[in-house]
């Protein structure tokens, strides 16, 4: 009954099951050692048990010290099974910090790069309306490194003249599911660059447009160097035409 010896070791089993098995079962085992006692108080009492005889001393100890060896026994494992477990942590974090430290020389890697080529990368969520911006991205519009753009605010940076045939050109690969090829102007303060950005587009389960993957490419100074280039066919055009014209001289003949 409740009187015996043995319950002392109740609250250890409870503990085992639940370090070995889960939370759920600890409050399982509890609840029925609590109905079990219960039942013995109710059967002690009804008279349907019968009186338990005094315990001698020498027993309770045994019990005592069986106890007190089960507990030390729990303990250590519970012990060691943190230290083991904290270790694992400690040799994660440190492959965590290695993987780290190599994948931001990967990344500082590919800005360097991308700033030689001048060519930067984006990747757009279409659900989220969210731009991603690389380092070079970010430089090629002047904007601080890590910045977030999304669609709006993209095109309020294109140049007024070109937001239209920019925005078609986009509208026109999420619909025919081309990839996006476009040249244009974009304002940075008062300046004025010209970029081409090409995307492709990946597409869910259903057949719609869930993200863009592109790159920017700042080709202001290609843009200037055919700019300069044209300069004087477009400020002579005549002389340039009368150059390539045939001259045809007329000789009087001589009298002898």
Known sequence: ????????????????????????????????????????????????????????????????????????????????????????????????????????AREADLNRAQAVAHVGSWVYELAADAMYLSAETCRIFSLPEGTQGSRE??????????????????????KGGAAFDNEHRILVGKTVRWVRQTAELEFGADGAPVR????????????????????PQARYPARAHSANTPLVTAHRPRHI
């Open 212 to 231: 863009g993957v592109g790159v920017t490419m700042d080709i202001t100074e290609r843009k200037r160097a055919v700019a300069e280039l044209r300069a």
């Open 153 to 174: 605010s993209y095109l309020a940076r294109v140049h007024p003249e070109d937001r239209g045939a920019v925005d078609g050109a986009w509208q026109a690969a999420l």
């Open 1 to 104: 009954g409740v009187w015996m010896a043995s319950v002392f070791i109740y609250p250890l089993i409870i503990l085992l099951v639940g370090w070995l098995f889960s939370t759920r079962a600890a409050m399982a085992v509890a609840f029925l050692t609590a109905a079990t006692t219960l039942g013995f108080v109710f059967g002690e009492s009804m008279g349907f048990l019968p009186l338990s005889p005094p315990t001698p001393p020498v027993m309770r100890w045994v019990v005592q010290c069986c106890v007190f060896i089960f507990t030390a026994v729990l303990i250590s494992s519970v012990v060691r099974s943190y230290r083991n477990r904290l270790n694992e942590v400690r040799e994660l974090d440190v492959d965590l910090a290695r993987r780290t430290g190599e994948l931001q």
